[in-house]
Each structure stands twice: as C-alpha cells, then as structure tokens.
C-alpha cells in the first residue's frame, strides 16, 4: 500500500511540475480572496460592525473576522482536496488510463492516499496565500498553530478525504466531473457555516448539514482558535467526525469496488 | 439592415437547437445561483441591519435586503450566462463551424450580438421566474409592480446583451482565454455591487466598480425597485455611455481579430 501511495504521490507530483494548471490555481485564489472581501466589505464599510445578538449568542462573541476567514479557509481547502483526490480515477478514465490502473493488483487506498499526500502540499501554499490575505483584513490567526488545532487540522484532513472518495464514486458512477462537484461545493459552502452559523438555517438543514464531516471540523477549530477552548470539552465533535469519515469511507470503498467490476466489463467488453 | 436582423434570428435559433437540450443549464444557471442567493443572504443575517448606519433608506429590513439581493443576482445572472456563451465560442472553433461563419458574407456584428441575445433569453428565463418569485413574495403587490418589472428586464437585457457581444469578440481572439473566465466572474461580481451596495464602497473600489456596466445597470434597477432617492438619472446617463463605449470596442476588436485572422490563420483554426 506504501509503495502505491509513493509512486502515486511521485507521479502526480511530476505531473503537476511540468503541466501545471496556473489557471486552475490563480482561479482558486481569486475565488478565495473574494470569499473573505465580500464579509470584509459588509463589516467594515457598508454596516459598520454591527454585528446581530443572534450571531453572538451562536458563536460565543467571536471576532467577525477572524470567523469568516477561518470559514473562507477551511473552505478553498475542503474544495481542492476533495476536487482533486476526488477527480483522479475520473481523470484517468478521460484521459485513457483507468484500464491500466484497474488491471494492476495495486492498492486502491493506497492510491488514493497519494493523490492526497500530494495535493496536501498545494494546499499548504494556498492556506498560506489566504492566512495573509485574512491577517492582513484584520484576522487574529496566531493562535492557529498549537498541538490541538494540528489534531483538528488532521481530523478534518479525514474527513475531506472520506468525501474525496464518494464523489469519485459518483463521478465515476454518473461520468460527470463538472455538475456533481459544482453541485456538491455550492450545498457544502452553504450548509456547513463557512460564512455564517449553521444555527442560522431552517431546522431541515441543520440536521442535514451534520452529513458533512466539514460542519463538526469547523465548529471544532473555530471554538480552539477563536474562544480559546480545550479540545476535551468538544469530544463530541471529534466523535461525530471520526464516525461520519469512517462511514463514508466504508461506504465508498464498497462502492467504489462494485464500480470497478462494471468499468472493467465497460471498458473491456 | 433586413439580412443583419435574419443573421441574429438566425444565430438565436441556432443556439437555442444546439444547447437547449443540455440538462447541465439547470444547474449552473438555476440551482447553484440559488443556492449563492440564500448563501448570500443568511450571511447577511450575521448583521443588525437596523442598527446600521442608514444608507440612502436602502436596505432596513429583511424584505429590502431580499429585494436588494434578488436584483443583484439577477443582473449578475445576465451578465455571467454572457460570459458563458462567449466562453463557447472555443466549441465553435473546434468543431470547425467557426470557418464556415467567417467565411459566409454574413455580417460578423451580427452573428456575435445574436450569440449573446440567444443564450441570454435561454439562459435567464429560469432564474428570472424564481427572481419575480423572490420579489413578489418580499413586496405588497401594487399596480406600477406590472411596469417596473419590464423595464427592469429591458435595462439588464440591453446592457447584456452589449456586453455578451464585447466579450464573445475576446473569445474569438484566442482558444483558450480561460483566464478571463477568472477574472469575470468573482471580480465582476463583487466590484459591481451584486451584494453591496457600490455606494458604501471606498474611492479605490468605486473606481473599479465604474469599468462594469452593471454597477450603472444595477443602480438603476434598484432605484426603481426600491423607490430610492439615487440620482438615477445620473446612473442612465453614465450606463449609456459606459455601452455606448463597449459597443465602439467590440467594433474595433472586430476588425482586430479579422485582421489578425487574415495575416495568421489559416483555412482551419484548429
């Protein structure tokens, strides 16, 4: 299984150094840095800080701006994880490549833990790309490096990956990459409270959000860094976390290995 | 004059047979602005609007930031399904149709302002019924309701439809201008106050939010919507000129491109 997630993480990473998708990456980064201007622009200059009862009651006085870009972040991450450890088989099967990559004893887990390794080290540079741009809108982040938000941080590193795979399983099932992701992106930014608390929403939809791994993460790292908690009084969190990925993960890999049997017979017969 | 109104028939019929079959528009054009609308909205709901600084008697309750909002996506809506038909312009160069219709005597304006009129009517229609949904449900139904809607709909559909022809003469320039897809969507969206009002902005965010001609659109329609004091006749006179100034461009860039194409292509583009 190593070995697989090595030569995969090698491969992608040959890949992504010499057909390097600068657009895909400048996209990214634009759509991040709107995502923390818009609450910026409300807040500072439109209504002035006049933040609602109902959003301090829910969120214990936290500091505006430091919520939001927490959300932002969490949030462009989630999207190029899932995107592209979700998009690889897909990938392949567009690009030609699938039978091969079926036909090999190879460890499926194992490579897909290598696209993830892989794209993790992107994701490190656009957290540091937006960390600035949210510091320098007024965000207090110093607090985000310390031995309990690494455990979140890893935790919800898990969870993205439980997610990776389904919607490899869907992308794969339906053959679609554009629909299913844009689909699913737009419910998670909305449901999860990326930009504003999840209590905000109808009832429906809050139980509904507690499908996404994302909604604990967040509510988890945000009640560390921003009210300065300890991770103990939250184990409830990190249940639900643990549980929902192993879920998903159990799920998929069922999933994705029926999924396999058809694309062979697909692709061969 | 006659043939260039058969040639924008033409080209709308064309688009409306070759895309409107695609289930894919339900989604990038109806749900997933949906979903942005209400995600938009409950951020909103974070503030105390009525604590806020009064801007103008705009925005005070939840029924005027729902009429706020609606407009802005609307107009946004307009302007974006623009850039998404000129985006498929590349698909007409690869399909090599692009050679067929540079090479027929049809007027080139033509063809490129039907392009944008054909994809903005099958675009908006689904959005535009959940907008006047949107605003029914938000206002008290009066009787001026029935004119304000059209006229509305005429501003956004002419400054789209002047934009649509700009940016599909980008799009014929080059396979892949992907980049301006970027630079289009979430700057456009912001800068032209779809969710702020651009009156609040700082001086350096005004400024940018003058090149686009929905800033101008946007304040006009919510004048008229929200019964506001804006100067609007001010915003007409600066969106005339800003489409009057697009529409001299996409003219020049018109000749650009033919020019380009008749000393660097060749018969097949691609």
């Known amino acids: 299984m190593f070995n697989i997630a090595k030569a995969t993480f090698k491969r992608n990473k040959i890949i992504a150094k010499r057909a390097f998708p600068w657009t895909l990456i400048i996209g990214r980064i634009i759509a991040g840095f709107f995502a923390i201007l818009f609450p910026y622009f409300v807040y500072t200059f439109f209504l002035k800080g006049s933040i609602s009862e109902s959003f301090n009651q829910y969120t214990n006085q936290s500091d505006y701006i430091t919520y939001i870009t927490i959300g932002a972040i969490f949030f462009i991450l989630g999207r190029s994880t899932m ?55 007024g965000a207090n982040l110093f607090l985000i ?21 389904i919607l490899s399983s869907i992308m794969l099932f339906t053959r679609d990459a ?37 909604t604990a993460s967040l509510e988890l790292f945000r009640s560390i860094v921003i009210a300065k908690q300890s991770i103990s009084i939250h184990l409830d969190l990190v249940l639900e976390i643990l549980l929902l990925s192993g879920g998903y993960l159990l799920v998929a890999m069922i999933c994705l290995k029926i999924l396999e049997k058809k694309l062979v017979e697909n692709l061969f017969g | 004059m006659k043939d260039t109104f058969k040639i924008v028939i033409a080209e709308m019929k064309k688009q409306h047979r070759h895309n409107f079959h695609s289930y894919s528009i339900y989604f990038s054009l109806l749900l997933w602005p949906i979903i942005i609308f209400f995600n938009t909205y409950y951020t909103y709901l974070s503030f105390d609007l009525t604590k806020a600084p009064v801007f103008s008697g705009l ?11 609606i407009t802005g996506f609307i107009g946004y809506n307009f302007f974006y ?41 099958q675009n908006v229609w689904m959005f535009s019924t959940f907008s006047i949904l949107i605003i029914i449900s938000s206002r008290s139904l009066e009787v001026n309701f029935f004119t304000q809607i059209p006229i509305a709909f005429f501003i956004f559909t002419l400054s789209a439809t002047v934009w649509g022809g700009l940016m599909n003469v980008i799009f014929l320039f080059s396979r892949d201008a992907a980049i301006l897809n970027n630079v289009l969507d979430d700057p456009m969206e912001f800068f032209s106050g779809v969710r702020v009002p651009t009156e609040t902005f700082p001086v350096w965010a005004k400024m940018i939010s003058v090149i686009f001609p929905l800033t101008h659109s946007l304040t006009i ?19 005339s000129i800003s489409l009057v100034l697009l529409f001299i461009l996409t003219i020049v860039l018109l000749k650009l491109v033919e020019k380009n194409i008749r000393d660097n292509g060749n018969i097949t583009f691609y």
């Open chain 1, 145 to 165: 490096i310390s031995m309990q938000s690494i455990v979140v941080i890893i935790l919800t590193v898990l969870g993205f990956f439980s997610m990776a795979l």
């Open chain 2, 81 to 121: 399904s623009m850039v998404q038909s000129a985006w498929q312009m590349g698909a007409e160069r690869q399909n090599g149709t692009l050679e067929t219709i540079i090479l027929s005597p049809a007027n080139w304006l033509a063809v490129v302002y039907g392009r944008s009129l054909g994809a903005l009517f």
């Open chain 1, 178 to 214: 554009y629909i299913t992701q844009n689909t699913l992106f737009a419910v998670m930014s909305f449901v999860t409270g990326v930009s504003f608390p999840v209590e905000f929403l109808p009832k429906w939809l809050q139980y509904f959000s507690h499908l996404f791994p994302m």
């Open chain 1, 83 to 137: 995107m592209e450890v979700g998009r690889a088989l897909f990938r392949e099967l567009k690009e030609g490549t699938l039978e091969s990559v079926l036909l090999t004893p190879s460890s499926r887990i194992g490579y897909h833990i290598g696209c993830l390794i892989e794209q993790l080290g992107r994701s490190f540079i656009q957290f540091l790309t937006m960390a600035f741009f949210g510091i320098s809108f």
């Open chain 2, 59 to 69: 925005i005070n309750s939840k029924q005027s930031l729902l009429i706020f909002l």
């Open chain 2, 221 to 239: 329609v919510r004048g008229i919507l929200l019964k506001t004091n804006i100067a609007w006749m001010e915003a007409a006179i600066k969106l």
